[in-house]
């Protein structure tokens, strides 16, 4: 696994299964049916005018999968054998701690755009990888300490055949 960097607590915003912020990419993440969001974005734009722009960053995690752990390793060991584990929760509103992957990706909130309210969305640039070090608060929204990782970071280390 790549080395890793200073470590920082950011908001994160779990994404649905459909979605995926990778570095030097950017991703339109939808607000409708979001609170967590609402919260998140609220509390970005009251720290926006002591803050320069640039330091408003936010983590984009998936949630976990059932054939993936969270650090990466496959759990489907022979052919249509899936690993026992937590069912994971598919809706990123309800999530909990213990849904989220355990990498992420560092990105930077650039706006909201939309016209109509049903139609917003949060869009996000992906900066770097990171690894979850430790939850810190899960409600309204989730802020965890999160450690960048250095020279593309992450390995999925997959189970011999």
Request: aromatic share 4%.
């Amino acid at each position: 696994m790549g080395s890793r960097s200073s470590t920082r607590v950011i908001p994160l915003i779990p994404l649905p299964t459909s979605l995926l912020l990778l570095p030097g990419t950017t991703l339109r993440v939808p607000i409708q049916g979001r609170a967590d969001l609402a919260a998140l974005l609220a509390n970005i734009y009251s720290r926006a005018s002591t803050d320069k722009a640039d330091s408003i960053v936010i983590g984009c995690v998936p949630l976990n999968s059932a054939n993936i752990s969270k650090d990466g390793r496959r759990l489907i060991e022979e052919k249509g054998n899936v690993g026992q584990g937590r069912a994971f929760e598919t809706d990123p509103v309800r999530a909990t701690k213990e849904d989220l992957f355990s990498f992420l990706c560092v990105g930077r909130v650039s706006g909201v755009q939309g016209r109509r309210q049903g139609e917003l969305s949060l869009v996000v640039e992906g900066v770097s990888r990171a690894r979850i070090i430790s939850i810190e608060k899960e409600r309204p929204y989730f802020e965890a300490k999160v450690a960048e990782l250095e020279d593309g970071g992450m390995e999925f280390r997959y189970a011999s055949r």
